[in-house]
């Protein structure tokens, strides 16, 4: 490029010094010198001038090229696009089928284990019930057979010393002391019989209690994606 100025100078120069034609414009220039200096620039001119006039005189042909690159690119990418969301939403569909299918499994074992556990519960809180009745008349009848010899024993022991008023009172008061006692114990195994059967009831109303909270558990999972479903569908944007 140095070399083109720099024959760009001598051309300008050559021109300014050179002898005019009388009565016109135009001067007289040496036509060697000038066509020497022609060369040089045009052999000092770089290749990329004319790799660039290559190009502009291909510009439309290039531009419309890559226009048309450029369209099939973006065609590609939206119709990747739109199958990717595709997939994506068949896939989002089936992992909700597969978590609805599973949560209603859940739920329904679970309903099934509460239905069992309280069949279990209650056949069990009958079997105690059952058991607790009997060894209570089982206790009242001791006691009132214990009571009735012991009245038998008192009589007899009356009729024997039906003349020592002392000993007399004195059976009166063991045949009373052994009702009372008798009494006394049928009670208190009544008693202790309604707290186990309480503390069973107990036992058996917290299992209930997890039991139910297991099974509300599982309905709330159950809502729990169909909710987030719905609360974020798919949406493509170009």
């Known amino acids: 490029m140095y070399r083109v100025f720099e024959a760009l100078d001598e051309l300008v120069t050559i021109v300014e010094e050179a002898r005019g034609v009388p009565m016109t414009s135009g001067c007289v220039v040496p036509r060697g010198d000038v066509l020497e200096l022609l060369d040089d620039v045009r052999d000092a001119i ?31 990418a939206r119709s990747d696009a739109e199958r990717m969301v595709a997939e994506a939403q068949h896939e989002a569909e089936r992992m909700l089928s597969e978590a609805r299918a599973r949560a209603e499994r859940t739920l329904a074992e679970a309903e099934d284990q509460a239905q069992r556990t309280v069949a279990a519960g209650r056949q069990e809180y009958e079997d105690l019930v059952g058991r607790a009745h009997a060894e209570a008349d089982r206790m009242v009848q001791a006691g009132r057979a214990n009571y009735e010899r012991a009245i038998e024993e008192g009589r007899a ?6 003349d020592g008023t002392e000993v007399v009172q004195a059976a009166h008061a063991e045949a009373a002391r052994v009702l009372e006692a008798a009494q ?55």
């Open 46 to 76: 770089p290749a990329e001038l004319d790799d660039a006039q290559d190009v502009l005189d291909h510009r439309d042909e290039l531009v419309g090229k890559a226009q048309h690159d450029a369209d099939q690119a973006v065609s590609k």
């Open 184 to 238: 006394t114990e049928a009670i208190r195994l009544r008693s202790e019989c309604d707290a186990y059967v309480d503390g069973k009831l107990a036992d058996f109303e917290d299992l209930l209690a997890h039991t139910l909270r297991s099974v509300g558990k599982g309905r709330s999972h159950l809502r729990g994606p169909a909710v987030a479903s719905a609360a974020a569908p798919f949406d493509y944007h170009e």
């Open 157 to 162: 022991e009356q009729a024997r010393l039906v």
